[in-house]
Each structure stands twice: as structure tokens, then as C-alpha cells.
């Protein structure tokens, strides 16, 4: 089992539609939760940190993380072309030193 | 300017051939992370390091060499490269401190291509 798995998509929706994406992670012990965004071609770019269960809101973006069921997700309300990329969800890994894991990534297309 | 920078940004070499490529971050943050980044995989940690002289390997270390002899730079050297090492390598640095700033800061990647 990878450390942190999410569906790599692609993922297509429509404008103006909420996006939703997921993430699953193995060690239990994992505290924080991040969201970076790729566009083609670029290096990451951090969209949204989460730490406590429950919600956080930043604009149009929201999220998710549920510590039981070691599940976040990053929904993307009123969604735009230019939210077309891919979301890479990372998560912190104190194992043998501090790293970062992140998960293959999730491709979503927003058509217009 | 400030920020992490990495250098070539593109790279052609034949297999065989020793490659390195450079980071520098201008932050003086402890950690520093190499990442390899291919179709379906997302981003591999190949090597990492948590201060000057102290590195470690990540999920994906075989074939490469890295050094870190001051904070600033992180150069990752392919000792023999080989077609598999084709890939865009991203460069990441990060304070790391646990639950209050553990934020990845990239570079804008090396595209290498291995013939």
C-alpha cells in the first residue's frame, strides 16, 4: 500500500461546478495535510494546509479531513478553467527524519 | 533574487555520463528535498537532507549521489546516468518545523533527458 494514494483522474467538470478530490493516507500518526497545485509544465504550488479533523475554508477552496477514516480531500467550489490542473495531497512524514510524501496526483479539467 | 533556484533547466546527456544538477535556496531553511517526477508516479523523494553535512535517502535513491557541504546548496549528481533517470527533477526546500511550518518551497525544475 502506497503511503498516500489519491485517484489520478483525469477528473472533468464543468464550470461554475464543485470539484472534489481525494486522499488516503497509512500512518495514523500523520498530524498535517497539504494541497499543492501543477499546472503543466510549472513546480508546485501550495494552495491549502489542514491539521485539526473537520473543515477549513480559504476563498473557494475547502479542506477535509477526517483522522479516523485517514482520509482529506480539497473540494473547489464555483470552479474555473483556470483551476485546470493537477493537485498533488502531501503529508508530512517524521519517519526517520522529517520528508514530505505526496501522492501521484489527481488531473482535473474544468471545460468551459 | 531570493528563493530557490535550480540549475539547468534543461539537461541532455548521453547514458553513461556523470550529471549534476544544482539547487540554491536563499532562506537558509534547514531541510532540502530532491524529487524526481514521472507520468503516474507524482513526486518520488530521492534524497533529503536536514541540515549542512546531513542527508538522507528517500523512497527512490539508487543511482544518485547528493552532497550538502553548505546550507544553501544541494547539488544531485547522477554518478553514471541511465535512460530511466529521464525525468523532471524539482528541488524543495522547507523549514520544518512540525505543525507550524512544514510548507515545501520548489524550484522550477531540471527536465533531463538521458539518451
Known amino acids: 500500500q502506497k503511503e498516500v494514494e489519491q485517484n489520478s483522474g483525469p477528473l472533468s467538470v464543468p464550470e461554475g461546478a464543485i470539484a472534489s478530490l481525494n486522499c488516503t493516507y497509512s500512518?495514523?500518526?500523520?498530524?498535517?495535510f497539504f494541497w499543492y497545485r501543477q499546472y503543466s509544465g510549472k513546480s508546485p504550488e501550495l494552495i491549502m494546509f489542514?491539521?485539526?479533523?473537520g473543515d477549513k475554508e480559504d476563498g473557494r477552496f475547502t479542506a477535509q479531513l477526517n483522522k479516523a477514516s485517514q482520509y482529506v480531500s480539497l473540494l473547489i467550489r464555483d470552479s474555473q478553467p483556470s483551476d485546470s490542473a493537477t493537485y498533488l495531497c502531501?503529508?508530512?512524514?517524521?519517519?526517520?527524519?522529517?520528508?514530505?510524501?505526496f501522492g501521484a496526483g489527481t488531473r482535473l479539467f474544468v471545460k468551459a | 533574487d531570493a528563493g530557490i533556484t535550480q540549475s539547468p533547466r534543461y539537461k541532455i546527456t548521453e547514458t553513461g555520463r556523470q550529471v549534476t544538477l544544482m539547487c540554491h535556496q536563499t532562506w537558509s531553511h534547514s531541510y532540502m528535498f530532491w524529487y524526481r517526477q514521472d507520468l503516474g508516479h507524482g513526486l518520488r523523494l530521492i534524497y533529503y537532507?536536514?541540515?549542512?553535512?546531513?542527508?538522507d535517502k528517500g523512497e527512490v535513491p539508487d543511482g544518485y549521489v547528493v552532497s550538502r557541504s553548505k546550507t544553501e546548496n544541494f547539488p544531485l549528481t547522477l554518478e553514471s546516468a541511465t535512460r530511466s533517470q529521464t525525468s523532471v527533477y524539482f528541488c524543495?526546500?522547507?523549514?520544518?518545523?512540525?505543525?507550524?511550518?512544514?510548507?515545501?518551497?520548489f524550484g522550477s525544475g531540471t527536465q533531463l533527458s538521458v539518451l
Open positions: 489542514i491539521y485539526s479533523n
Open positions: 537532507s536536514a541540515a549542512a553535512d546531513i542527508t
Open positions: 502531501a503529508v508530512p512524514s517524521y519517519t526517520g527524519g522529517f520528508k514530505t510524501i
Open positions: 524543495a526546500s522547507c523549514e520544518g518545523q512540525p505543525a507550524v511550518d512544514e510548507k515545501l518551497f
Open positions: 500512518d495514523r500518526g500523520s498530524q498535517s
